[in-house]
């Protein structure tokens, strides 16, 4: 007896894994390092009690696109929600990407774009960023003349080099999707808080700009898996016929809400977590043999003088695991520091002191 094939392009794709290790400091996974205000979980459970467990969720997620909306300043008809920003990017793949369809991804940069893309059956296109991982407008605009993309992605503050892309560069792309191309463009900003502007005063009803957001970092709320986006109700709309009925749960719409309610502690996180951001550049760029690279977001990216990957595994043996890309395509000798905690960056810095120290540089 033998088991079906999976459909074609399936069989040879891996899963995305981020691999965890039992070590007491982790910055590998750009979570958020402190828990969400206690208050807000008490305000979550009063409201969770309330809830009809015996039926389903409201499927339109009424009150927390109201929320969302009033939040970021757009209306209700522009906010969908989903489980995760991830869920978010395949609803909008299933909607206007899959077989015969192309999207436009500059790489290095989120690899569940590409990933998603292969899982919805859509072609990808890739784009190079220059040496300081920035976007070309120019790039752009030939890719999107001559390569015909239905997707657009920019990820901004990218990951995992932590670039933001400048509101012009952001503007030119978007006028070259709107010229050249019949495309969406989708601005990824899972870490737009910690950046200084965001693309999201740019979406209007006739302007094919989608921009995904996430409650998983400053929000704290990772385990329960929120996104949403910013996008033309037209747009919404298409996404709504693709997307599985009842797919938020309950569980996760009141928390949605209920966080809300918190914008000050989010602030205060957002302010805390910029200004260790900025302690660590300034000690990682007086280390020898440490190239540090300009950030927007809760992590950094640094590339080691010769072996990234003994410069992870050095750091794993003194307790710190962080996010190993010194062997992906343009990214040698890479890693990945996320933000934690001042405690955990201490440990941080001076695990990677005395590597450093051990391995000869002065």
Known sequence: MSLPAPRPGVQ?????????????????????????????????LAALAAVDLNRYPDRAATDLRAGIAKHVGHPADRIFAANGSNEVLQTLLLAYGGPGRRALVFEPTYALHSHICHITGTDVVTGERGADFRISPTEVGILVGSERPS????????????????RSTLEA?????????????????????????????????????VVVRTYSKVWSL???????CIAPPAVIAEFEKVVLPYHLSAATQTAGVAALAFRDEMD??????????????????????????????????VRADGDGHALWQGLVERGVLVRDFSRW????????????????????????????????KP
């Open 268 to 301: 205060e996180r957002v302010h805390t977590l910029v200004a260790e951001r900025h302690r660590m550049d300034e000690a990682l760029r007086r280390m020898p043999g440490i190239t540090v690279f300009p950030s927007g977001a809760n992590f950094v990216l």
């Open 173 to 209: 792309v978007l006028a070259s999707v709107i010229d050249r191309g019949n495309a969406l463009l989708v601005v990824d900003e899972a870490y737009g808080e910690f950046a200084e502007y965001s693309a999201a005063d740019l979406v209007g009803d006739d302007v094919p700009l």
């Open 151 to 166: 997707v657009v992605f920019v990820c901004s503050p990218n990951n995992p080099t932590g670039t933001v892309e400048t």
């Open 12 to 44: 040879a794709l891996e899963g995305y894994h981020s691999p965890q290790l039992d070590v007491p400091v982790r910055l590998n996974t750009n979570e958020s390092p402190f828990a969400p205000p206690a208050a807000f979980v008490d305000a979550w």
């Open 329 to 360: 395509p343009r990214l040698d000798d890479c890693v990945r520091i996320t933000v934690g905690t001042a405690e955990e960056n201490d440990r941080c810095l001076a695990a990677l002191r005395e590597l450093l120290t051990e391995s000869g």
């Open 222 to 228: 990772a385990a329960l898996r929120l996104g949403f």
